[in-house]
């Protein structure tokens, strides 16, 4: 049965890209351990659980939730499907975007920070190595708290997402260290530099692909991020 996977132009922050003429869509799974399998490794080290942006804007709408529930464990029980589905959304989304003359961007790990780099699969008896490599003109992206992850492809691009808690300091170090490009979410006014870095505000758009990566990217927290005491968030 034919489900939509990709939400296009949905989000508040990717439509800021289309003035910038990239159309974006992007795959949003229920975050964390919430379907029973953790799909963001990172999040208790990094103390973003209860800061998470998944009861944000529409995402409190229990149709909302339900929805990235299902595509979670669409992924994780009927693998071959899913990846047909998704297969099928990029499509449409290349096509729209031609239509209107803009150029396909997807984010798969809207609320997750899955290694889509290493998933592969199976369509027409022909097996790729990930998503990626199927679609070598389409821009993909995402944002992860892993440091570690190397050897992608060229048409997906990467962000790391700082965090202020101690036991993440190290991870925070590494990425510095590497030269990937870190975004961090705060409170209060943005800093002119960061980490050693100068800053942009992150805000403005969502195309993180198009930023230089010696920059730290400033986020505004947002939704329980703006009263929520953890460490996650970087306090100025």
Do not use: H
């Not at 609320?111 to 592969?120: A, F, M």
């Amino acid at each position: 049965m034919r489900k939509n996977l990709l939400s296009i132009s949905a989000d508040s922050k990717t439509t800021k890209g289309e003035k910038l003429g990239y159309l974006t869509g992007m795959l949003s799974f229920a975050p964390f351990n919430l379907s029973g399998v953790n799909v963001c490794p990172f999040a208790k080290v990094a103390g973003c659980v209860k800061p998470c942006l998944n009861l944000s804007g529409r995402g409190a709408f229990s149709n909302v939730q339900r929805a990235r529930l299902n595509k979670t464990l669409f992924f994780f029980n009927e693998r071959e499907s899913f990846f047909d589905n998704l297969w099928l959304d990029i499509e449409k989304l290349s096509r729209l975007a031609d239509r209107r003359g803009m150029i396909p961007a997807v984010r798969l790990n809207g609320l997750s920070d899955i290694e889509w780099e290493g998933e592969k699969f199976t369509r027409d008896g022909i097996e790729y190595p990930n998503i990626f490599e199927a679609f070598p003109d389409v821009q993909f992206y995402d944002y992860t708290k892993n440091p570690r992850r190397d050897r992608l492809p060229k048409n997906y691009d990467l962000t790391f997402s700082l965090s202020g808690a101690k036991d993440f300091a190290r991870f925070n170090a590494l990425a510095l260290s590497r030269g990937m490009r870190c975004a961090a979410v705060y409170r209060g006014p943005m800093p002119r530099e960061f980490m050693g870095r100068r800053t942009i505000n992150g805000d403005d758009t969502d195309l993180r692909f198009l930023d230089r990566p010696e920059r730290i990217i400033m986020l505004k927290a947002k939704g329980k991020a703006r009263t929520d005491r953890g460490a996650f968030v970087f306090d100025f």
